[in-house]
T-cell receptor, first 109, second 114 residues
């Protein structure tokens, strides 16, 4: 079956760095997305990886290892506004998105 | 960038009535749109995939007669919740595929059935 695993909740301190991990098992693979979702709002796009390696975009970076079925989202210089849920989603061979349950990130001052 | 407009943002309706939610792609043509439902503290659950000019494909467990989807043009898909009941109260989100791998979400609709 198809499955996405990510931690349910993480806590970090303002100004620090946090890494949110995601492992996936899908029928075929056409890339991995990370989305940010604040409570009561729709998800917003953060990153898309299809090749192995690290993609850096400002304070956020995303890493992919296709051989390991593993990705992580790295958030640096954490701000209070980064408190949100972070959703990992893999694109399968039919270009359907398989969603993880999301990681709720709590930022403490 | 690609923008998907979803209306209404929130709606309250009486039990037994129907509610229509619209999803429009503003600056691109969306041949495929997706409808999701999200309950509090849970992830997105795909309800159906709608393709322009053809019948929607519903996920297992989703009642097609209750959740009517129409994708009449390349820029508009609608979801109608028929004979709504309190258990249908949820956050409904549409998404459009811009290219082979690009997905953009609407702002979501909070439906409360009283």
């Amino acid at each position: 079956g198809q499955n996405i695993d990510q931690p349910t909740e993480m806590t970090a301190t303002e100004g620090a760095i946090v890494q949110i991990n995601c492992t996936y098992q899908t029928s075929g693979f056409n890339g991995l997305f990370w989305y940010q979702q604040h409570a009561g709002e729709a998800p917003t796009f953060l990153s898309y990886n299809v090749l192995d390696g690290l993609e850096e975009k400002g304070r956020f970076s995303s890493f992919l290892s296709r051989s390991k079925g593993y990705s992580y989202l790295l958030l640096k210089e954490l701000q209070m506004k980064d408190s949100a849920s972070y959703l990992c989603a893999a694109l399968d061979s039919n270009y359907q998105l398989i969603w993880g349950a999301g990681t709720k990130l709590i930022i403490k001052p | 960038g690609a923008v998907v407009s979803q209306h209404p943002s929130w709606v309250i309706c009486k039990s037994g009535t129907s509610v229509k939610i619209e999803c429009r792609s503003l600056d691109f043509q969306a041949t495929t749109m997706f409808w999701y439902r999200q309950f509090p503290k849970q992830s997105l659950m795909l309800m159906a995939t709608s393709n322009e000019g053809s019948k929607a494909t519903y996920e297992q467990g989703v009642e097609k007669d209750k959740f009517l989807i129409n994708h009449a043009s390349l820029t508009l898909s609608t979801l109608t919740v028929t004979s709504a009941h309190p258990e249908d109260s949820s956050f409904y989100i549409c998404s459009a595929r811009e290219q082979d791998y690009g997905y953009t979400f609407g702002s979501g609709t909070r439906l409360t059935v009283v």
